[in-house]
């Protein structure tokens, strides 16, 4: 059964405008990552967030995480045409879980 | 290093018919895992193999087996396809064992099955 549900299922915005993509999960988990998936491609690791953070930051990339409201949010800053592509956000489940469990996604379209 | 890669790229099969799905790769890596990615319903685990020599059920196994060849090798088999199994399968690694891994993926292989 899928664990995240990311909000919104799409997103079309202009360049240089900022992304915010939302990920609800369902359990107690041990750590959240969010994926990139250009078409037709494999997924690519972004970041990857442990249940004792609140925040993280890797370029242009910001994550959350509110384990008290099991959500986390990926913001995308400065966005560029480059960026377009679908974005996951997946859960090791706590405890006693090793594996990812992935959301749906969000399409993610940036326009020149 | 080419990272991990996937054969084939594309495979049509007959109901009824077998294939494997071949994955490998490159980086020393422990665990591998095999997923299917249907529209709109993100990836899920078939399969993986946490270290050379264990592989273990994900979330929908059935219709499907695996072998961890070697370290290196990680493959799926469809002993009898269904059009059900349409669709596209991701192999991917992770360095270690256990929870803060992330992990790396192949171009994918899909699958039609009439």
């Known amino acids: 059964s899928q664990q995240g549900e990311e909000d919104p299922q799409a997103l079309s915005i202009q360049e240089g405008e900022n992304a915010t993509m939302n990920c609800s999960y369902k359990?107690?988990?041990?750590?959240l990552q969010w994926y990139r998936q250009n078409s037709g491609r494999g997924l690519v690791h972004l970041i990857l967030i442990r249940s004792n953070e609140r925040e993280k930051h890797s370029g242009r990339l910001r994550v959350t995480l509110d384990t008290s409201k099991k959500s986390s949010s990926l913001l995308i800053t400065a966005s560029r045409a480059a960026d377009t592509a679908s974005y996951f956000c997946a859960t090791v489940r706590s405890p006693g879980y090793s594996t990812l469990t992935f959301g749906k996604g969000t399409m993610l379209l940036v326009s020149p | 290093n080419a990272g991990v890669t996937q054969t084939p790229k594309f495979q049509v099969l007959k109901t009824g018919q077998s294939m494997t799905l071949q994955c490998a790769q490159d980086m020393n890596h422990n665990s591998m895992y095999w997923y299917r990615q249907d529209p709109g319903m993100g990836l899920r685990l078939i399969y993986y193999s946490a270290s050379e020599g264990t592989t273990d059920k994900g979330e929908v196994p059935n219709g499907y087996n695996v072998s961890r060849l070697n370290k290196r090798e990680f493959s799926l088999r469809l002993e009898s396809a269904a059009p059900s199994q349409t669709s596209v399968y991701f192999c991917?690694?992770?360095?270690?064992?256990?929870?803060?891994?992330?992990?790396?993926f192949g171009p994918g292989t899909r699958l039609t099955v009439l």
């Open positions: 359990t107690s988990i041990n750590n």
């Open positions: 991917a690694s992770s360095p270690r064992e256990g929870v803060y891994n992330e992990q790396f």
